[in-house]
């Protein structure tokens, strides 16, 4: 039905390109994945470039598939959907094997057009990752695939995030992931942008930025897009490379517009869009309105639903078609269905409507659409918004919005629902409706905005007296609160939904399981009891996820009350019923919580067993921050028990899986510093040292971020040679935190480094926790107390103090804390011996510097330096040594900074160690 249009009989130029794609081919043919972004202006042959070398692949061996993405009404899924579609076409063995998965897939597969399996849960969609990318893995055992995402730029939220997860899975796999958009959406803001600099991200990832083809190029375009026996004169062959500026696409369309004009006609067209117009003129006025009702469909559309649009028969609709390919306005897509050439061309035809013409064109469609029936919500909620008519575009973007919902696209589901806000035509109460919705999707995108949307939709339901809907929006504004770090907001919400509740509502029992849950996590053990024990009565219906968070709460409250015994009953059963619920976010999360105060019980076995199992179960089903998290926190307990290798290795894995969420780049900055700082990690070091992240651990206001982070880069500075620097991160901390509690692994740290005239307030810190013991927060407190003792004490205290504290890090299995703590005791041999046998080797080659010949050159020490630095090597503190000398405190104080600077120490126990090696060497 459609002849040939003028087109380039090859691709001419990007030989450059075309090498480096087909190395990219080769490499993954033979096991190493990549990732390639292409990128370029519109009409410079993205697609034409990918065509021919992914055509030129798929006869070699390779499955190919194309996610072709559109400007307007496409499903979430459905482009990389459709190419999974082609890829597993006929191929069962790719198949899932489990039953639940397989139905998962084919649910994808068929654009979750089937019904929702029951009991179906929003925690499937990173379910769903898993399975499309163990799916993909296994095609590429059998061929190698080249997946390409064309016109990324209008990618649904939804696939941009599943195929940002296909990109973190192909480095050693016989995929090449294409994906194509054009250069002006690089900067855009929103999902796209995101999910560009995620992907830039990844090692294995590759960019290809197509510019205009050179002025040979151009003349050599133009040669083989001529027709055999045609040729032009060779100054329209100059006019038309003056005209397209590069642009291959212009250049076939300039081509095509001089073949026809006759001899002296007028000039050539300047731009996409006049070439357009100049090819419309040889239609009939018919068959040129029809091509604009096709326009307005979009750039693909059947010649049947051309036909009903504009009133035609079958024959009179083929005829616009075949009169449309001939002008190379439209081609077949192969698909029963044509599309216009390119973008550009269907913008030129719809551009020549005026405002009023294209309300009315979207009307009729619209119209004919709802009359028929065939269509989905999405497609008339975009045509009556073209039209004009707000309220119905309203009512379907809403429905479009429920339809996302139910196909985990939450991000697809909040854009039409801030649509159908902002056309305005909702009343009060529908408003309020769709804002529970709209609070509800960024809930479960994990979006802080989730808060915002349901406080506004909590007062319109105040103001009507609906306490169940008052209770149900309380309980999520509770929940975003807590994630915005807002303990008081969130406690308040759920005591206005326990007074909107009845004795018998489930919500209730929620919200008292909620607010027992906040306070225990918050170490408010005491204050969750009441709350546990109202949960405990409740005899209502009691959601499953409640139960657990339940047993969560009671567990932690019994953790912070010092009732050890009944807080590993209870986290026995707390981690049964997660495994009862079947919610793999609920699951890792609590293996999580578990493992966090089996670290702080110093049962470290318990607590790596406990990080191990909840990344492996998030890695199992996609859930990529709580893997993240789990492995950091696995490498702290490495770390604590002196296994830096494994420390190194986990945290590496961890920023691996490219998270890029706040709390696990912190969370991953301040266990991976000190790792890299003992391991002498310059790489590691600077992958994690980024300073800026500070003052957004500080932005947060939450204690238990800044302060642990404010350590660990304090000890950064302290090991480059900075004490101001450390001594002032510390004074920071000091100033924003009234308990050791947020920092109770970090006390060492701020005891070590602060300034002379910051001791006492270390002092008073350690002294203010009241907390029940603990073994590792208490092991800490002890060795930070023998710092201070040694810092500000006579010898003989100072002495017993870190004693006491050597004999409790080794009880516990603490060997950094009690190589530290023999370092201060001038047992240097004995901190020597760990640090060695831990592979500390920052620490082993700064111990042995000073009895090495030659290694280090200071600067001369005057006369009272000289000795001071011998008192302080005996253990002597600064007032002892003021005493001895009869000089001032604060003097000594000066003199020992100055010894400090001079010899480039930044311990005592250093300048113990170098004051000992050279008496042994004048000796």
Not at 99 to 112: C, I, M, T, V
Not at 487 to 510: C, I, N, S, V, Y
Request: proline fraction near 3%; charged fraction near 25%; glycine fraction near 6%.
């Amino acid at each position: 039905m459609i002849s040939s249009p003028v087109l380039a009989r090859r691709l001419v130029g990007r030989a450059r390109e075309r090498t480096f794609v087909n190395a990219r081919f080769d490499a993954a043919e033979h096991g190493t994945g990549s990732l390639i972004i292409v990128s370029g202006d519109s009409g410079v042959g993205k697609t034409r470039l990918l065509r021919e070398g992914v055509g030129a692949r798929s006869g070699a061996g390779f499955q190919t598939a194309w996610a072709t993405n559109l400007e307007y009404a496409r499903a979430a899924f459905v482009p990389l959907s459709e190419a999974f579609a082609g890829l597993v076409r006929g191929n069962s063995r790719v198949l899932p094997t489990v039953s639940s998965a397989r139905r998962l897939f084919e649910r994808f597969l068929a654009a979750f057009d089937s019904p929702e399996d029951e009991g179906s849960q929003a925690w499937q969609k990173r379910r769903l990752f898993v399975v499309v990318g163990d799916v993909l893995e296994r095609l590429a055992r059998e061929r190698p695939v080249a997946l390409v995402v064309d016109d990324a730029q209008w990618a649904d939220p939804e696939s941009l995030e599943l195929t940002q997860y296909l990109a973190t899975r192909i480095e050693r796999a016989r995929i090449a992931l294409i994906v194509v958009a054009r250069t002006d959406a690089r900067n855009t803001s929103g999902a796209f942008g995101d999910a560009l600099v995620n992907l830039e991200r990844l090692a294995w990832c590759h960019r290809v930025e197509l510019g205009p083809l050179s002025d040979p190029e151009v003349r050599e375009l133009i040669f083989t897009s001529l027709p055999e026996g045609r040729s032009l004169a060779q100054r329209t062959i100059d006019e038309i490379c003056r005209r397209s500026e590069g642009n291959p696409l212009f250049t076939e369309d300039l081509v095509r517009d001089a073949l026809e004009r006759p001899s002296g006609a007028r000039r050539l067209p300047v731009s996409v869009e006049q070439s357009v117009q100049h090819r419309l003129q040889q239609l009939a006025p018919r068959d040129v309105a029809s091509l604009e009702l096709a326009a307005a469909i979009g750039v693909s559309f059947t010649a049947q639903l051309l036909g009903e649009l504009a009133g035609l028969n079958e024959e009179e609709s083929r005829h616009v078609v075949r009169r449309a390919a001939e002008l190379n306005l439209i081609v077949d897509d192969q698909s029963g269905a044509v599309r216009f050439r390119h973008q550009l061309t269907r913008d030129a035809v719809y551009g020549r409507l005026l405002a009023a013409e294209r309300q009315e064109v979207h009307r009729r469609i619209a119209t004919m659409l709802e009359g028929r029936g065939e269509r989905g919500a999405r497609l008339l909620a975009y045509h009556w918004q073209h039209a004009g008519d707000a309220a119905r575009a309203a009512e379907f973007a809403i429905l479009v919005g429920d339809e996302e919902m139910q196909r985990y696209a939450f991000g697809s589901a909040r854009d039409h629902f801030e649509t159908a806000l902002a056309l305005g035509t909702l009343d009060p109460q529908r408003r309020a409706h769709v804002l529970s919705k709209l609070g509800t999707a960024y809930e479960l995108l994990g979006a802080p905005e989730a808060y915002d949307r349901l406080a506004s939709a909590l007062e319109f339901f105040r103001e009507c007296g609906d306490r169940a809907a008052v209770a149900r929006l309380c309980v999520g504004l509770a929940r975003a609160a807590f994630r915005k770090a807002d303990q008081k907001a969130a406690l308040a919400h759920l005591r206005e939904a326990l007074d909107a509740t009845d004795a018998g509502d489930p919500m209730r029992f929620g919200a008292n399981v909620l607010q027992a849950m906040y306070l225990a996590f918050a170490g408010d053990g005491a204050e969750a009891l009441p709350h546990i024990e109202a949960a405990d009565a409740f005899t209502g219906f009691r959601a499953p996820e409640y139960v657990v968070r339940l047993h969560g709460a009671r567990a932690a409250a019994f953790f912070y009350l010092g009732r050890f015994d009944e807080w590993r009953a209870e986290t026995d059963r707390y981690l049964e019923e997660a495994d009862s619920c079947g919610d793999p976010a609920l699951i890792a999360n609590c293996r999580i919580n578990a493992a966090g105060f089996a670290r702080e019980l110093a049962e470290f076995d318990r607590a790596a067993d406990g990080f191990a199992r909840a990344a492996a179960i998030s890695d199992e089903f996609g859930l990529a921050l709580s893997a993240a998290y789990a492995r950091i926190a696995a490498a702290d307990v490495a770390y604590l028990r002196g296994e830096l290798e494994r420390a190194r290795a986990l945290v590496h894995e961890a920023c691996s899986l490219g998270v890029a969420a706040q709390i696990v780049r912190i969370y991953a900055a301040w266990v991976g510093l000190p790792i890299a700082l003992a391991l002498d990690d310059p790489a590691l070091v600077s992958r994690l040292g980024d300073p800026t992240l500070i003052e957004e651990a500080f932005s947060t206001g939450r204690a238990e971020l800044f302060a642990p982070l404010a350590a660990a880069h304090a000890e950064l500075a302290a090991a480059r040679g900075d004490g101001p620097r450390a001594a002032e991160l510390v004074a920071r901390v000091l100033d924003s935190i009234s308990s050791a509690f947020p920092a109770s692994t970090d006390v060492v740290t701020l005891a070590r480094l602060a300034a002379a005239g910051d001791v006492p307030r270390v002092a008073a810190l350690l002294v203010a926790d009241a907390s029940p013991p603990r073994p590792l927060a208490l092991v800490h407190r002890g060795v930070a107390q023998a710092i201070l003792a040694s810092r500000t004490e006579a010898g003989v205290s100072a002495a017993h103090a870190l004693d006491d504290a050597i004999r409790s890090a080794g009880s516990v299995g603490l060997p950094l804390l009690a190589a530290i703590a023999s370092e201060l005791a001038n047992r240097t041999s004995e901190a020597l011996a760990i640090y060695r046998r831990i592979g500390a080797l920052r620490d082993v080659a700064r111990l042995q510097r000073p009895a090495r010949e030659g290694a280090l050159t200071p600067k001369a020490l005057t006369k009272r330096e000289e000795e001071i630095a011998e008192l302080i090597a005996t253990g002597d503190s600064n007032r002892t040594i003021a005493e001895k000398l009869s000089i001032s405190e604060r003097t000594a104080e000066h003199h020992v900074a100055s010894i400090f600077s001079k010899l480039g120490f930044h311990s005592r126990a250093e300048l113990a160690a170098f004051v000992v090696a050279r008496r042994v060497s004048r000796e």
